[in-house]
């Protein structure tokens, strides 16, 4: 396995449909790909600005006032109290640690990367170009012999999974039974909605009620491009077992994966400021409440989506044929065939698009009847 067994990338089948839903004479509402459509706060654009003299090579290490907020972020947000900082490390947004992760921990042919079955596609393509084998299990008395590094994704994409704190632990016992590293990819735990997420924090794998008092084989991942609307500033960070985090430093310094001067600068203030993070939490809500009432309206099922930036729905039949009927509404969701083969029927819509594009994707949605027959 390698590079050259990677797929095409899957998005350009979904062109027919955007296509498709162009048509529709008050234009598309596009709720595919989540990317950010708000704007990135003022605060952490002029900390940008200020840091724009940047002349000198940026710190692959990362500067230690970066460091210094990831390490306080945690403490204040995630319940992890006793980070320092060569616990943690600043990455070039989330997803390129997510793809290299399996080639910078030394993995190969031979070895197993576990992922969970319903999952964007990247950490199965980590695994692929590092040579390794990709298998997608959920549960964790069934993950394999031979695994060696285990994916988590707390909140989940697509779907809005988040792992209680007992189901953390459980896993953190499995993982390290096989002598596996377990990565716990959290990009979206400001997002809780349901149950107890809208009031409690989403614990992290990184959390002492979770980690049986070491963090030995664990590591945490989370990027700032959704709660500060940084997906252009392609900023995230990892943390935990200091002696993993030494060894992807090593890596990285080797690969010049260095985060810019400015991006850094500007996460340390993005970090230490919770008040533009609720005003972004609160736009999503008010998305999300005007969407799910419509789409249980035309017959789809919400199922999971108890956190993150998504709603995984369905109407029980091929995620392609509701992908055209939501196509010809003007509306483009993604279709559940890209996340994995357990999830043909259900479709996922993000969040990211102004709220008077959600509310009239809602009233053509009023419109729709469910589907005969389902």
Known sequence: MGVRDLAEYPWDAVEPYRERAAQHPNGIVDLSIGSPIDSTPELIRAALTEATDAHGYPQTTGTPAVRE???????????????????VLPTIGSKELVALLPTLLGLGKGDIVVHPRIAYPTYAVGA?????????????????????????????????????????????????????????????????????????????????????GTRAGLLSVYSLS????????????????????????????????????????AMAIALGD???????????????????????????????????????VTEDRDAWDSMG?????????????????????????????PLERIHAAATRLATSAPTPGL
Request: with cysteine.
């Open 69 to 87: 907020a990831i390490v306080e972020w945690y403490s204040r947000r995630r319940g992890v109290s006793d980070l320092r900082i060569d616990n």
């Open 274 to 312: 919770d008040a533009h993070v609720a005003e972004q939490k609160e736009r999503y809500r008010q998305r999300r409440d005007a969407l799910i009432p419509a789409l249980q309206d035309a017959g789809f099922r919400i199922d999971g989506s108890e956190a993150g930036l998504y709603l995984w």
């Open 325 to 353: 009927r939501l196509a010809d509404l003007g509306i483009l969701a993604g279709p559940g065939h890209f996340y994995g083969e357990s999830s043909p029927h259900h479709v996922r819509l993000s969040l990211t698009a």
């Open 128 to 212: 692929v170009v590092a040579g390794a084998t990709p298998v997608a299990v959920d549960d964790p008395a069934e993950w394999p012999e031979g695994a060696k590094l285990i994916w988590v994704n707390t909140p989940g994409n697509p779907d809005g999974r988040t792992w209680t704190v007992a189901e953390l632990a459980a896993a953190v016992r499995r993982a390290r039974e096989l002598g596996a590293v377990l990565a716990s990819d959290e990009c979206y735990a400001e997002l809780g909605w349901s149950g107890a997420w809208a009031t409690d924090p989403i614990p992290s794998v990184l959390d002492p009620r979770v980690t049986g």
């Open 226 to 265: 959704k709660q500060s609307n940084l997906a252009g500033y392609r900023a995230a960070f990892v943390a935990g077992c200091a002696r993993i985090v030494e060894d992807l430093l090593t890596a990285r310094k080797h690969l010049g994966l260095m985060p810019p001067a400015p991006v850094q600068h």
